[in-house]
């Protein structure tokens, strides 16, 4: 059998024998100290010790210097197929304008949605590419992708379809959602009901067909779309087996309910949410997903993690790198500077950004380090794991392997 063994790691942290929901203190980190991993075929065979894998080794590739080890990163919420800039947006936030403000006078989603309708397949593509590109070298080697600025049949398939061919000319593996129900698009003539109806009706089906997409999102929210409005397009959505994800709880309540009710894989934002959103959210099987992206980006306050934690609730962390509320798009900054805010441990954010992360997407390969997960892992230039939040982003991963080969 031809293995490689990869190591020595100063530290490696598989992630593993740790719960999915619930508060972690740093005690529950697995750290192996000189470590190494085991590989055959872009799998993971076994992880230990890195002198006693030696014998089971073909071959060896060798680590120098400090390096620690953990899995990759999975960014399980970006937005990073669009065109244009909205920077004249930040600059009116930054004014005293509201987010909902810019909206109203045309800026907001509807901007982006007019910039991505004009763009091609090709120049979308070529966008993605460049930013999971970007994020692949922090480290993030699965990454979900949300239509949304399509708002059509044809103009979501043209930004779905770029996802699937931009998945195919890289090497972090793309998860796209189809996120139709973004806003009503402004060129509608009819009611939110009718446009959702005509969307699960015409694009649903070939999702299917073409394999596209097997997530449904929706934005809860009074610039966007009603509890009520939703529930149908939800209910239709889980009877084709689609899997439900949420924009929830940003500005207002109501969408994490839903959420929670449809049995969503996450709720995603939850800004706004109150005592009785976090219980709710605690005590079900949907994890709560903090977007501290969006936070920055829009000065405003962070998701309330903590509690979320401490109710009993899983949470993960992602960037909704997108090109209106989150440009910035790093997600261990960000992870970092949530932790920071709301007291999460180290354990925490590490969790929040892989395991918890790859749970929302229900990846079950991915997010630990462990016999028969995917090979992707990273490897940061230091001798102490905590040592990773401690820089807020700016110690960036040395090196990045995906399915087992390290990527320059
Ligand atoms: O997650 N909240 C709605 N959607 C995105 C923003 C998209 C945009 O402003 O273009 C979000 O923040
Ligand atoms: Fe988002």
Not at 91 to 115: M, Q
Not at 297 to 309: D, I
Request: with cysteine.
């Amino acid at each position: 059998m031809d293995t490689l063994l990869i190591g020595p790691f100063t530290q490696l942290l598989p992630m593993t024998n740790m719960p999915l929901k619930g508060a972690l203190n740093d005690g529950q980190l697995k750290v192996i100290e000189h470590g190494g991993i085991l590989i055959f075929k872009g799998k993971i065979l076994a992880v230990g010790r890195f002198e006693d894998l030696k014998p089971k080794a073909s071959k060896i590739e060798l680590v120098t210097g400090h390096a620690v080890c953990m899995p990759g990163l999975v960014d399980a919420h970006t937005h990073i197929c669009y065109a244009g800039s909205r920077a004249k947006d930040y600059a009116l936030r930054n004014s005293g304008k509201s987010y909902l403000d810019i909206a109203k006078a045309g800026g907001g989603i509807w901007d982006t949605v007019t910039k991505t309708r004009k763009a091609s397949k090709e120049e979308l593509i070529t966008g993605i590419v460049q930013r999971a590109t970007t994020h692949l070298k922090s480290g993030v080697t699965t990454l979900e992708v949300k239509s949304g600025y399509g708002l059509s049949v044809e103009e979501e398939l043209k930004m779905l379809r770029a996802i699937k061919e931009a998945n195919d000319q890289i090497p972090s593996d793309l998860i796209s959602t189809c996120l139709a129900a973004h806003m009503q698009p402004k060129d509608w003539n009819g009611s939110a009901s009718e446009y959702l109806e005509m969307i699960s009706e015409n694009l649903f089906p070939i999702l299917k067909s073409e394999n596209l997409s097997h997530r449904i999102d929706a934005f809860i929210e009074e610039s966007a779309f009603s509890p009520a409005a939703i529930v149908p397009y939800f209910k239709k959505a889980r009877a084709m087996g689609f899997s439900i994800t949420v924009h929830a709880d940003q500005f207002s309540t109501g969408g994490s309910e839903t959420a929670i009710a449809h049995n969503a894989v996450s709720a995603d934002h939850l800004e706004a949410s109150t005592q009785k959103e976090i219980a709710l959210l605690a005590k079900s099987n949907t994890i709560a997903m903090a977007l501290p992206g969006a936070s920055l980006g829009l000065g405003c306050g962070f998701t309330p993690a903590r509690q979320v934690l401490d109710a009993g609730g899983a949470l993960a962390i992602a960037s909704d790198h997108n090109p209106g509320s989150a440009p910035m798009g790093d997600l261990l900054t960000q992870a970092a500077i949530l932790g920071t805010f709301e007291k999460l441990s180290n354990a925490e954010v590490l969790a929040a950004i892989t395991y918890r992360a790859a749970k929302a997407l229900k990846l079950d390969d991915r997010g630990t380090l462990q016999n028969g997960k995917q090979a992707d892992f990273i490897s940061f230039p230091t001798d102490n794991y905590q040592e990773i939040t401690y820089h807020q982003g700016q110690l960036k991963p040395i090196h990045v392997w995906k399915n087992g080969i390290k990527i320059d």
